[in-house]
């Protein structure tokens, strides 16, 4: 069975600061896919990374970078220069070939000013 | 020029009551899925459609029944309403049929409160 952990249910970080979100997952699956997504208060669903499993070169989309261990079956966030904007609630994701997407419980960032 | 369409946002309803919430998605995706996000902010799939076709049926009552009339559509209708129905209900689409390297796309989610 497809799981994903996310051991920090609530995170705090001042503003310009980098901050780092953990998610370690398991899966039986030689082939699948790993996501982060951002629920900011308005509870919208936004895919924030993506990672296929079969690249070893960490996904980067600006200030957003993920350090994928697939040996230890970890994939933490990386923020960089956190913004006020960027508090919400970020859900580590993975899915296999069926397409469905296992979430992880959540961790609840804030951005401190 | 909106992606992934639910009405209505918010639903308030009496226990026992049936109710429909619609998804429509413009992005010409094969895929839709509904999605229930608890008060925990829990986030599970519930069911899965590829071109009109049940594909991902998770262990869920048989009072809900989701319903694809085109690949741009998956309603969800739930019959008898309870209380533990209560929650916030996404729809996403996805170009699906390539082994979930296809992103999913949420739609803004419809918040159900049944009392």
């Known amino acids: 069975a497809q799981t994903v952990t996310q051991s920090q249910p609530e995170m705090s970080v001042q503003e310009a600061e980098t901050v780092t979100l953990s998610c370690t997952y398991d899966t039986s699956e030689s082939d699948y896919y790993l996501f982060w997504y951002k629920q900011p208060p308005s509870r919208q669903m936004i895919l924030v990374i993506r990672?296929?499993?079969?690249?070893?070169q960490n996904a980067t989309e600006n200030r957003f970078s993920v350090n994928f261990q697939k040996a230890a079956k970890s994939f933490s966030l990386k923020i960089s220069d956190s913004q006020l904007g960027d508090a919400a609630m970020y859900f580590c994701?993975?899915?296999?070939?069926?397409?469905?997407?296992?979430f992880g419980k959540g961790t609840r960032l804030h951005i401190l000013p | 020029d909106t992606a992934v369409s639910q009405t209505p946002k918010y639903l308030v309803t009496q226990m026992g009551n049936d109710k429909s919430i619609k998804c429509e998605q413009n992005l010409g995706h094969d895929t839709m899925y509904w999605y229930k996000q608890d008060s925990k902010k829990f986030l599970k799939i519930m069911f899965s459609y590829n071109n009109k076709e049940l594909i991902i049926n998770e262990t869920v009552p048989n009072r809900f029944s989701p319903k694809s009339p085109d690949k741009a559509h998956l309603n969800l209708h739930i019959n008898s309403l309870e209380l533990g129905d209560s929650a916030v209900y996404f729809c996403a689409s996805s170009q699906s049929g390539t082994s979930g390297r296809n992103t999913q796309y949420f739609g803004p989610g419809t918040r159900l409160t049944v009392l």
């Open positions: 990672q296929e499993a079969y690249k070893q």
């Open positions: 994701a993975s899915s296999n070939r069926d397409d469905k997407i296992i």
